[in-house]
C-alpha cells in the first residue's frame, strides 16, 4: 500500500506548505504551497511542483525560468501539515535571482540584505 | 528607523509561516505560525515565540517542555510572507521528543521513519 497524498492535512483552501531545502548545503530555499494533486505529481515527476495561488495553476518549479528543482527526497511532518522537499536546485530558487528567498536578515532591529543576485 | 513587523504579510487569520532551522547543523527542524505580537515578542526576547492556533496563545516555545529554542536569527523572504528563524534548539524540537519533526520520508513510494525519540 503506498503513500496516500490525500492523507497529508491541508487548509482550507486545499493547501499545504512545502518548505525546499539544498539537499546538498542544506540551506532553505523557499516555501511554497501544494495541493494534493502537485504533491503526486512531484513525486511522479521528480520535478517539484507547486501550486500557483496567484495564477491558480500548477507550478513546475524552473519551467519557465529554467531553474529547476530537482526531488531528492520528501519528507512529512508529525502533523501531516507541512512538507520538506530535499531537492537540487539549478541555479537561484528565487525570482530575484539569489539562490535562496531568505535574503532579509533582522539584525541589531533593521533590515539587512545579505545575499546579492546570481550572474 | 527600526524594523516593523507590521509590513511583514499575515495571512486571513493574522498568521505568518515560520520555519525553524538549527543553526549549527542546517536540519530543518519544524514550522509553526507567528502573528505580529509574537514576532515583535520572539525579537525582543530572543525565545522563539510561535502563535498556537490551537490555543489561541503565544507559545514560548519550551516554556512547558524545556525544549528551549533561542533566536540566532530572523530571516524575511522576498514575498514578505514567510519567515526562517535561525535557533538553537535545545534537545527535541518536536512533541514525538524527536529532534526534527520532519522524520517521515517517502521512499519509493512508502512512508519510513528515519529518526527516533531521543532518549
Redesign the interface.
Known amino acids: 500500500m ?2 496516500d497524498p490525500a492523507t497529508l492535512k491541508y487548509d482550507a483552501a486545499g493547501l499545504i ?1 512545502c ?1 525546499a ?1 539544498d539537499h546538498a ?4 530555499l ?2 511554497a504551497w501544494m495541493n494534493a494533486a502537485s504533491v503526486a505529481q512531484t ?1 511522479a515527476s521528480g520535478k517539484v511542483t507547486y501550486w500557483s495561488r496567484s495564477r491558480a495553476a500548477f507550478w513546475v518549479k524552473g519551467e519557465s525560468s529554467g531553474h529547476h528543482q530537482r526531488l531528492v ?7 501531516r501539515d ?1 512538507l ?1 522537499a530535499l531537492v537540487t536546485q539549478e541555479g537561484p530558487a ?3 535571482n ?1 539562490r535562496s ?7 541589531d ?3 539587512v540584505v ?1 545575499s546579492e543576485p546570481m550572474v
Open positions: 503506498g503513500f506548505p518548505i531545502q548545503s542544506g540551506e532553505v523557499m516555501m513525486l527526497e520528501l519528507r512529512v511532518d508529525c502533523d507541512c520538506l528565487c525570482h530575484t539569489r528567498c531568505f535574503y532579509t536578515a533582522l539584525r532591529g533593521e533590515e545579505i
